[in-house]
């Protein structure tokens, strides 16, 4: 693990984003309630927040960090067709919350893969990425939105 010791304890966010393409069909049974496993977006979201926080348990290296602040949403996307996974996470800590912010989404994709599987398989998750980080020594930085 780096050595973080020394580093400023300050405020620090990250929000990242992925895509998940499916069926017109399949939002039909997310948006009217009919997947079999049930609230997708629900469950997403909340699992979205448990990632987030396992996030050091699952990624080597990563240092295991406070986090004041994760915010999950999911949005249904008609133009895709699919969902938009969005997540926020804060902190107050020595290193950034980036891969807090990744994980979330990633699992938060899977999710909504796991639970709408049945009806669709060719489901296809895509476009992950960090969106923008504020806080700590390097500032703030926001993606080139147009790549």
């Known amino acids: ?75 249904l996307d008609e133009a895709l067709p ?7 996470v804060r902190t107050k800590g020595p290193t950034g919350v980036e891969m807090e912010a990744l994980t979330a989404v990633q699992v938060g994709l899977l999710t909504i893969y796991d639970m709408c599987k049945a009806a669709d398989r060719g489901m296809v998750m895509t476009n992950v990425r960090v969106l923008e980080k504020h806080g700590g020594k390097s500032g703030d930085w926001t993606a080139d939105i147009d790549k």
């Open 1 to 75: 693990m780096v050595d973080v010791t020394d580093k400023d304890m300050t405020d620090r966010c990250a929000t990242a984003e992925g895509l998940l393409t499916c069926a017109a069909e399949t939002l039909v049974l997310v948006r009217e309630g009919r997947t079999p496993k049930g609230a997708v977006v629900a469950t997403a979201e909340l699992a979205g927040i448990m990632a987030a926080k396992r996030t050091p348990d699952l990624i080597p290296l990563c240092h295991p960090l406070p986090l004041t602040k994760v915010a999950v949403t999911i949005e």
């Open 82 to 88: 699919g969902f938009r996974v969005s997540a926020e």
